[in-house]
């Protein structure tokens, strides 16, 4: 299994932010996909979860109404999309298959 | 929401000695489907975070004998037999009985 993210971003406040995640090497709609956020120097905090294979979502009560995870089977991808960007949300988001497999993170900067 | 509460905070070990970590959730991780779901994983320095034990004692592909994890209820541990000078970083413990949620984490450095 092989996870893939896209590079950095760097956004401003009340900005929106989309970061992805390709995956390969297993059937794309077997493994649910969830994002984990973690502030520099800080813990692992769930933002939530996708079933690629019905677009089920599920999301922590703090990002609930901010972010938005998607799946397109048609190219394997999950989609990690948070509006309204605040500086706390400055951070490396980490996608993970089934939490078995991990991406090597995507560094988001907010800052003005 | 679940908490997983670790200790200790950070520990330094002589390589070939072993070393524990413990996990205390404020509720019980048994599902209604009779597993526990208790995860441990280890954040080397810079690297993504890496599966080690799920379910509580069943290690990921790939991970060396040495790492055992035990417990049930609301205590769990995670033991290394004889450790080594790369299992430096942090580690984890992690359940997803009710909404996703982390431990503290644990920083393994070597004496």
């Known amino acids: 299994v092989r996870v893939i993210q896209s590079g950095a971003e760097m956004k401003k406040p009340g900005t929106s932010v989309k970061i992805s995640c390709q995956v390969s090497g297993y059937t794309f709609t077997k493994y649910y996909i969830h994002w984990i956020q973690q502030a520099p120097g800080k813990g692992l905090e769930w933002v939530g979860l996708?079933?690629?294979?019905?677009?089920?979502?599920m999301y922590a009560d703090k990002f609930q109404g901010r972010a938005a995870i998607s799946a397109d089977t048609s190219v394997a991808t999950s989609f990690l999309e948070l509006r309204g960007l605040k500086s706390d949300d400055t951070a490396v988001y980490y996608c993970?298959?089934?939490?078995?497999?991990w991406g090597q993170g995507t560094l988001v900067t907010v800052s003005s | 929401d679940i908490v997983l509460t670790q200790s200790p905070l950070s520990l330094s070990v002589t390589p070939e000695q072993p070393a524990s970590i413990s996990c205390k959730s404020s509720e019980h991780l048994l599902h209604t489907d009779g597993k526990t779901y208790l995860y441990w994983l280890l954040q080397k320095p810079g690297q993504p975070p890496q599966l080690l034990i799920h379910?509580?004692?069943n290690r990921f592909s790939g991970v060396p004998d040495r790492f055992s994890g035990s417990g049930s209820g609301t205590d769990f541990a995670l033991q290394i037999s004889r450790v080594e000078a790369e299992d430096v970083g942090v580690y984890y413990c992690m359940q997803t009985v009710g909404p996703l949620t982390f431990g503290g984490g644990t920083r393994l450095e070597i004496k």
């Open positions: 996708v079933d690629p294979e019905n677009g089920d979502t």
């Open positions: 379910e509580v004692s």
């Open positions: 993970t298959v089934e939490l078995s497999w």
